[in-house]
């Protein structure tokens, strides 16, 4: 007996259907939706347009939309079929036309086995059906389309049409045809009316569509309305002639005719065939108190019930097994400590602000940055210029106040001259405030900067102010609020091979050479570049830029890039759709990898790379930017990028929540991206920082979850971090909208980390061993704040506290080394970065 057992469940039902089968077959068929296919037990014959896959336990594959496809049972068998809404997968996968790419029968792929268990632990929670399920279920769907995103979707730029062999442009031309009519077969479609909008004879039509596809135009309609016709007999009770007129047949005879034809049989005995072998179809939650009576549903009850006690039998053997690592010290390299060159400390007003001063102060003295990088210097509210007595005037002490500053506490300004705005925002696309700079002619704009410069040289030295870097915004690269239309348009004359490089890099060159001309003909050994590129400038664009900058007279000393993982999604034609959140854990190295491929391509190969810009995100209504996952995200960055790249140095954005403070920041956190709140206290990104000081400057080893560095004197220093990506529900809300207390809800696992090192070829002796541990019971001011109950009133004293209590965990031990090795392990919460530093005190020798 063959059976078909449908359930879903209400909190998804727009998104998925899943349904439980044995002994089933079909017809050759085709839906919209996306349909994936999951073997539990025997064997089944999966058809899919030509191609024939021949299934077994624990294979999957993934039918796409609108693809031809049949199952045949061969033989006892159970297996489950999902059905996704197409267009409720492509708004949450951000992609308007799907592809994938998942068949486990014809590839292996590492990410196999995570897509099996979770099929399962979804299809466990379904049966489970309890009336607090409904959150676990949207959890495991979710996690679900994640994997099939990251591991099996093809993006947007690969999608092609396969099989057939044309040119490019006939490509091309097919596509739109075979589209428009996937898209409207239901209508009363002719070859006529398809020519006529394609601008072709209709003989050509029909003679083009033939050559390409095998099929005649009306063979290849019917054809797609049957499939979609035999998918609605199949699964539905609408009556057989409007399943006929529904899907674009004129008339039940026409459609009795060519399913005949087909299959060689009637479309009302071929319902009647299958409502015999397929038991009636009903809501999951009306089949609660019947399951047994079904045998697919009942098969399936047993399978996981005997997988989950498997898993259960096993779980003792893997709890408590760590694999201890060996690092030999060897041949030892050394590295530039490239991440504490430079830091954000904000726009030029704000640094004149008393409780900023002291914070720069506070952070110079424990951390000691070389640079300190700004903008806005010459900003409205800085008060440079006089123009009240007709002619133009310049007052630089407010600017010399922020210089003194710096200067005073040994950071070395690192100037953006541009006129780069204040922006405050909380996501992309939604700005809370901005801060804009007066418009100055070129000639305006070179007049105050050469004052500017002659008045520095005067106050500081020549000596001193060739060590500056000067850097020069390009206005439009600012992704975050260019139009999407501007990039179309650029794109559009890509395409139409016009002199792309001038018409949008001009004006920024010519402003750019006067900057350098101007700053080396007072400073000669100054540091002079940009221009802050970002996402807007990848793939063509960024090669016509470097192209066309290559060929200029004046070039750049350095190139700065920003770097926030944010991607800009186009639809199938590369046209900008929207801006969105990059799902890839590896972003950040990706894309320096990308730029300087780019710049080798360009010429510009031993050019120095800057990183000006880099976070997580732009938001500063984040309050991920107040947690342990931050510090954990910034080690794991900063480690991985470790002699990559040939990055010079790379400025953490930005210093102090004082930036971002605004009249929505009432409370002691408001999600500001500083490593410091606004009262003071510091966050688990500063003390990422200071235990990323403690690195020694010669490099033993790293691995996926560790560094080990050395200093002069048997001095060696270990930092361990349990980084968590985020799961794909942290994708699905919009950014600065999640409350304080689920911020540790949106990563893929909450697994703790085993880790233990053991380092060979020390000196037997005597060891010093420090620990600190930074997780959430030792230096989180969010999680202790949580623990104050996230009040908004907080005392002067109890601000106090939290800057006391906010601080890493320390121990210390002394160890004996007889076999010149030691082990260290640790066992490390989600977000946790923890530092060993061991020195030998005196040796047996």
Request: aromatic share 12%; proline share 2%.
């Amino acid at each position: 007996m063959s059976g078909t057992q449908i359930f879903q469940s209400s909190i998804d039902s727009n998104l998925v259907t899943v349904s439980v089968m044995n002994h089933k077959s079909n017809l050759e068929h085709a839906h919209r939706e996306i349909e994936l296919i999951y073997v539990i037990k025997g064997q089944l014959q999966v058809k899919i347009n030509q191609n024939t896959f021949h299934l077994i336990k624990s294979d999957f594959i993934l039918v796409n939309s609108n693809e031809f496809h049949s199952f045949q049972s061969e033989k006892d068998n159970l297996f489950v079929v999902f059905h996704f809404n197409y267009l409720e997968l492509s708004s949450l996968l951000g992609q308007k036309n799907l592809l994938f790419l998942c068949n486990s029968n014809e590839q292996s792929l590492s990410s196999d086995q995570d897509f099996r268990q979770v099929i399962e632990e979804l299809l466990s929670v379904y049966m489970q059906q309890r009336n607090d399920s409904e959150v676990e279920t949207l959890e495991k769907t979710f996690k679900l389309i994640s994997l099939i995103k990251f591991h099996y979707l093809k993006s947007s730029n690969q999608l092609e049409i396969p099989s057939y062999s044309t040119s490019k442009g006939q490509n091309e031309r097919l596509s739109e045809i075979m589209e428009y009519i996937q898209s409207n077969y239901r209508e009363p479609l002719t070859l006529e009316e398809v020519a006529g909008l394609h601008f072709i004879s209709v003989p050509y039509l029909s003679k083009f569509f033939k050559k390409q596809t095998g099929k005649t135009f009306s063979q290849y309609l019917n054809g797609i309305r049957l499939a979609h016709a035999v998918n609605e007999l199949v699964n539905t009770n609408k009556p057989i002639t409007r399943i006929a007129l529904d899907n674009g047949f004129p008339n039940l005879a026409a459609f009795n005719r060519v399913f005949n034809e087909t299959y060689q049989v009637k479309p009302v005995e071929y319902r009647k065939q299958m409502s015999e072998t397929t038991e009636k179809e009903e809501n999951f939650t009306e089949e609660v108190g019947n399951q047994d009576s079904d045998e697919a549903f009942t098969e399936l009850r047993q399978y996981l019930k005997g997988s989950e006690e498997q898993k259960v039998q096993t779980l003792p053997k893997v709890i408590g097994t760590v694999e201890t690592e060996t690092i030999k010290i060897g041949k030892l390299d050394a590295f530039t400590k490239y991440w504490n060159k430079l830091l954000n400390i904000g726009y030029a007003k704000d640094i004149l602000n008393s409780d900023m001063q002291e914070q720069i102060i506070l952070l110079q003295g424990e951390i000691g940055f070389t640079y300190a990088r700004f903008w806005g210097l010459f900003g409205d509210d800085m008060l440079v210029e006089d123009r009240s007595g007709g002619t133009i005037t310049y007052n630089f002490s407010n600017t010399n106040k922020l210089l003194d500053l710096l200067v005073k506490n040994k950071l070395k300004p690192f100037i953006e001259m541009g006129p780069k705005p204040k922006i405050i925002q909380k996501a992309i696309g939604e700005t809370i405030a901005i801060q804009t700079i007066s418009k100055r002619s070129l000639e305006e704009w070179t007049n105050l900067f050469r004052a500017f410069l002659l008045q520095c040289i005067q106050r500081y030295g020549i000596d001193e102010v060739e060590t500056w870097y000067f850097e020069m915004w390009k206005p439009h690269t600012d992704v975050f609020n260019t139009s999407l239309q501007d990039e179309k348009d650029f794109l559009d004359q890509v395409k139409n091979n016009q002199d792309v490089g001038l018409s949008q890099f001009k004006e920024y060159f010519k402003i750019f050479s006067e900057f350098k001309k101007h700053t080396k003909e007072l400073i000669p050994l100054a540091k002079v570049g940009g221009c802050g590129l970002s996402i807007d400038l990848e793939g063509d664009k960024l090669d016509l830029l470097l192209e066309q900058w290559k060929q200029e007279e004046i070039q750049p000393d350095f190139l700065s890039i920003y770097l926030y993982p944010i991607e800009i999604n186009r639809d199938k034609y590369r046209v900008p759709i929207k801006n969105l959140h990059s799902n890839n854990p590896n972003y950040v190295i990706n894309k320096l990898n990308e730029v300087r491929k780019a710049l080798k391509k360009a010429g510009f190969d031993g050019l120095e790379l800057n990183v000006t810009e880099w976070n997580i995100s732009i938001s500063n209504r984040n309050f991920l930017n107040d947690s342990c996952f931050k510090a954990s995200y910034m080690t794991k960055n900063i480690i991985e990028n470790l002699n990559q790249n040939q990055v010079n140095m790379m400025g953490y954005w930005l210093f102090s929540d004082i930036f971002s403070d605004f009249w929505d920041s009432k409370t002691l956190l408001h999600g500001g991206a500083g490593l410091v709140t606004k009262s003071g206290i510091k966050k688990p990104s500063y003390h990422a920082f200071t235990l990323l000081k403690q690195l020694g400057e010669i490099l033993v080893a790293k691995g996926e979850h560790y560094i080990v560095t050395k200093r002069s004197g048997n001095r060696f220093q270990v930092i361990c971090f349990n980084y968590k990506h985020f799961n794909y529900s942290y994708y699905l809300h919009p950014e600065g909208t999640m409350g304080i207390n689920e911020q540790y809800e949106i990563f893929e696992n909450n697994e703790t980390l085993n880790l233990s090192l053991e380092i060979q070829g020390l000196v037997n002796g005597k060891y010093r061993v420090k620990e600190l541990k930074l997780n959430r019971d030792h230096g989180s001011v969010l999680d202790e704040w949580l623990k104050f109950g996230a009040v908004d009133d907080m005392k002067l004293d109890e601000v106090e506290y939290l800057k006391q209590i906010c601080v890493p965990y320390m121990k210390v031990e002394h160890h004996v080394v007889e076999g010149n090795s030691i082990v260290l392990k640790g066992e490390l919460q989600p977000h946790e970065v923890r530092l060993f530093e061991f020195n030998l005190l005196f040796s047996d020798i």
